[in-house]
């Protein structure tokens, strides 16, 4: 019994294929249109050199435009929660470029940057930026009155306030913001190589597009996929491992609830 | 010694408020000498949890003077230690780690604390918890381990809040105990804020009473109970402090007329 209900999700997932394909064989769908899953993947496997090539740089511009967003948003959060006036400042910069579309500011970046990758890393940057700034500012907003009258009575100098009381309490909101950012990181990349790439999965898309070729650009969307929900996940392990006082994750530690 | 060591001399507080000023409390009068458990008790809303933050200086005072060992309160002190209403626990720091919190944030010498941290936390029953995380032990265990944390740098103010507000009846008798246990062993200078008339009457040396906004203090009652009191053993005398204060509270419209 309990073996088969942890396969259940994966039953779940064979039932969607096997619909998928019935569909295809059933209504005899032309594979340009739509391929059935057993086609992508026979994709995949043939085209594994040409994917990797691709995703590898994808994920290069994926990564650094992420890093750079980490590396700007967490001092910028950290400057708008100890200075009011430096967050009346910024803020409505920051509303702009977080509210202008991204696919609108991309071929501008072709312009400046020409087609290699700094264009996508900075459309990459740009997207994944703001979610992190705003949670990291409510987690650092978020220590208790009580908690500051604890840390006063213990005559804490305001760097200790920061570092032992005010910092570790953030550090739940600031996941919840790099998780989300980490998933729109890899949507913001392929929109920059939409706009003009030579090389990508976001290049793949469109090449493949072009040509027909379906099942190979049923591929890419996979190997996408795969990069977003593993970048997810090695964040979500961070998180495990640097927060593990956190409730989500008690919870499943002990089991219970 | 004859000089009290915590003073407060007509002290008032006001808030301004949308709707016009608002006061919390106005002449308070209260002298509180060295080793003396004082608890004052109130209904909701009489300022009894203002008192205390004004005297730990976590929140200023529009009139009259607070003085603290001779000294005009103006800013939060720190020969102090306070138990809140919620045990404010470090989740990331373990039983031991968050009643070090205060030996750490004071830079006080970690070698010699940590025995006086693990007899505190043996003294509240709480040995073999050391390494626990807050979040593993149950609310009544959290506020010991907090009533550890104001108590281990040796302080000579003991500030409490209500500490017993959000725990079950049985666990509040039982923390009753161990404060009065650890109270009588160091005498700290103690300052009780609490709803509850047995508990006051349990813990303190005197109660001070307190009536609804604007809150004001409406008698201290000196407590000549002997020491230790149990709860087991509880004499009529307690039963009659008891009753006064609630016929104070019956007469001031806090507690209605049966």
């Known amino acids: 019994m309990g073996v088969l209900r942890k396969l259940t999700p994966v039953v779940g997932t064979l039932c969607f294929l096997l619909a998928w394909q019935l569909i295809v064989v059933v209504f005899k769908m032309p594979p340009y249109l739509l391929p059935g899953p057993v086609a992508v993947a026979y994709a995949f496997v043939d085209n594994l050199d040409i994917l990797l090539s691709n995703g590898w740089v994808t994920v290069y511009e994926m990564v650094a435009g992420y890093a750079l967003a980490v590396g700007v948003a967490i001092p910028l959060a950290i400057a708008i929660t100890s200075s009011q006036r430096f967050n009346e400042f910024v803020m409505p910069t920051m509303l702009f470029f977080q509210i202008v579309p991204k696919v609108a500011i991309a071929p501008l970046f072709l312009v400046w940057f020409g087609v290699g990758a700094t264009p996508k890393i900075l459309v990459a940057f740009l997207i994944s930026f703001f979610p992190i700034v705003i949670d990291a500012a409510v987690g650092l907003r978020s220590m208790s009155t009580e908690m500051a009258d604890l840390a006063k009575s213990m005559g804490s100098s305001r760097w200790q306030v920061f570092a032992q009381f005010r910092l570790p309490t953030s550090l739940p909101y600031l996941f919840s913001g790099l998780k989300v950012a980490a998933t729109l990181a890899i949507a913001g990349t392929v929109v920059g190589e939409f706009v003009g790439a030579d090389k990508g999965l976001g290049y793949l898309l469109l090449v493949t597009n072009s040509n027909m070729e379906t099942a190979l650009m049923f591929a890419t969307i996979v190997a996408l996929t795969i990069i977003g929900l593993v970048s997810y996940y090695l964040v979500e392990l961070l998180e495990g491992a640097l927060i593990p006082w956190h409730v989500t994750h008690r919870i499943r530690e002990s089991g219970t609830m | ?258």
């Open chain 2, 1 to 258: 010694m004859n000089e009290p060591y915590i003073r407060l001399t007509n002290v008032g507080k006001r808030y301004e408020t949308k709707d016009g000023p608002v006061e919390a409390c106005s002449d308070i009068n209260l002298d509180i000498k060295q080793s003396e458990f004082v608890a004052i008790v109130g209904p909701s809303g009489c300022g009894k949890t203002t008192i205390m933050k004004m005297v730990a200086g976590l929140q200023p005072y529009t009139s009259g003077s607070i003085t603290v060992g001779g000294k005009r309160v103006e800013s939060p002190q720190t020969d102090v230690g306070i138990v809140f209403q919620e045990a404010i626990m470090l989740d990331w720091r373990d039983v031991l780690e968050n009643v070090m919190l205060q030996i750490d944030i004071r830079k006080m010498d970690r070698s010699k604390y940590e025995a006086v941290a693990r007899d505190l936390l043996k003294a509240t029953g709480l040995s073999g918890f050391e390494k626990k995380k807050p979040y593993e032990l149950s609310g009544g265990m959290r506020q010991r381990v907090s009533i550890c944390r104001a108590l281990v740098h040796g302080p000579t103010m003991l500030l409490m809040d209500e500490p017993f507000g959000a725990l079950d009846a049985l666990t509040r008798e039982q923390i009753s105990m161990d404060i009065q246990r650890l109270w009588m062993e160091t005498r700290k200078t103690a300052l009780h804020i609490t709803h509850s008339i047995p508990e006051a009457v349990l813990l303190a040396d005197r109660v001070v009473v307190m009536g609804p906004r604007p809150g004001r203090i409406v008698e201290i009652i000196d407590i000549d109970l002997p020491r230790p009191r149990r709860l087991d053993r509880l004499p009529e005398r307690f039963h009659e402090y008891s009753t006064r204060i609630r016929d104070i509270f019956k007469s001031k419209g806090v507690l209605a007329m049966d």
